[in-house]
């Protein structure tokens, strides 16, 4: 047996050790996987609050889904909709009601730490109005799903023909803070297409590619 065979056969030797080993390492992941990524965000933003309790469809803000590659981050214009009105946990404005009560006076405009940081990215002032001395400025999401630059994948086929939204990210409606639930890898997209087009996708019949040009051009 010459060197080089050696080599090659504790160079293979050493490869199924290490692949024997990963199931083991609990939080190892392949370069390029990112689950259970949940990084801190700019403002404290609870999707179980706002798609669990308050049952907002996922759509309303990442309106982008269902018309374009890329389901986008909902503009702070989105989010002032309802926080034009919505100041401050409904708990804080009845205590803030409650003292006012005791102390006979009006009750104070209660303004949360975290929706204050909206109102300061579209630089209003405490009356809801543009305030010169500020400067408008994008809040600085942290993008948490991320696919390889070589992998094309469109939101719409997706949602257009029903595919829920918690099949790729996981039950969003629970979490505090998101949390990337999925490996997002080849074989979580190619089992899911042949799961689809075996069992059908909600009650129709699908043919979901697994064709290597469907998702790399």
């Given at each position: 047996?010459?060197?080089?065979?050696?080599?090659?056969?504790?160079?293979?030797g050493?490869?199924?050790?290490?692949?024997?080993?990963?199931?083991?390492?609990?939080?190892?992941?392949?370069?390029?996987?990112?689950?259970?990524?949940?990084p801190a965000?700019?403002?404290?933003?609870?999707?179980?609050?706002?798609?669990?309790?308050?049952?907002?469809?996922?759509?309303y803000?990442?309106?982008?889904?269902?018309?374009?590659?890329?389901?986008?981050?909902?503009?702070?214009?989105?989010?002032?909709?309802?926080?034009?009105?919505?100041?401050?946990?409904?708990?804080?404005?009845?205590?803030?009601?409650?003292l006012?009560?005791?102390?006979?006076?009006?009750?104070?405009r209660?303004?949360?730490?975290?929706?204050?940081?909206?109102?300061?990215?579209?630089?209003l002032?405490?009356?809801?109005?543009?305030?010169?001395s500020?400067?408008?400025?994008?809040?600085?999401?942290?993008?948490?799903?991320?696919?390889?630059?070589?992998?094309?994948?469109?939101?719409?086929?997706?949602?257009?023909?029903?595919?829920?939204?918690?099949?790729?990210?996981?039950?969003?409606?629970?979490?505090?803070?998101?949390?990337?639930?999925?490996?997002?890898?080849?074989?979580?997209?190619?089992?899911?297409?042949?799961?689809?087009?075996?069992?059908?996708?909600?009650?129709?019949?699908?043919?979901?590619?697994?064709?290597?040009?469907?998702?790399?051009?």
């Amino acid at each position: 047996m010459n060197t080089r065979t050696i080599t090659n056969l504790l160079l293979v030797g050493i490869a199924l050790s290490i692949l024997a080993l990963l199931p083991k390492l609990s939080g190892f992941h392949l370069p390029g996987n990112q689950q259970d990524y949940q990084p801190a965000q700019p403002i404290a933003f609870s999707h179980r609050l706002h798609a669990g309790e308050l049952s907002v469809q996922c759509l309303y803000c990442h309106s982008g889904a269902e018309r374009s590659r890329h389901a986008g981050i909902p503009s702070t214009s989105v989010c002032m909709n309802c926080h034009r009105f919505v100041t401050t946990t409904f708990g804080a404005v009845r205590a803030e009601d409650e003292l006012a009560q005791k102390e006979k006076r009006d009750p104070r405009r209660i303004v949360s730490p975290e929706i204050q940081k909206i109102y300061d990215a579209m630089a209003l002032d405490a009356s809801m109005n543009p305030d010169r001395s500020k400067s408008i400025k994008p809040v600085s999401w942290t993008r948490i799903h991320n696919l390889p630059d070589f992998v094309y994948f469109d939101h719409r086929r997706h949602v257009n023909v029903g595919v829920e939204c918690q099949r790729c990210h996981g039950p969003v409606e629970t979490m505090e803070r998101v949390t990337q639930v999925t490996d997002l890898s080849m074989g979580f997209c190619v089992n899911c297409h042949r799961d689809a087009t075996k069992n059908g996708l909600n009650g129709k019949t699908v043919s979901a590619s697994i064709d290597c040009a469907g998702c790399h051009y």
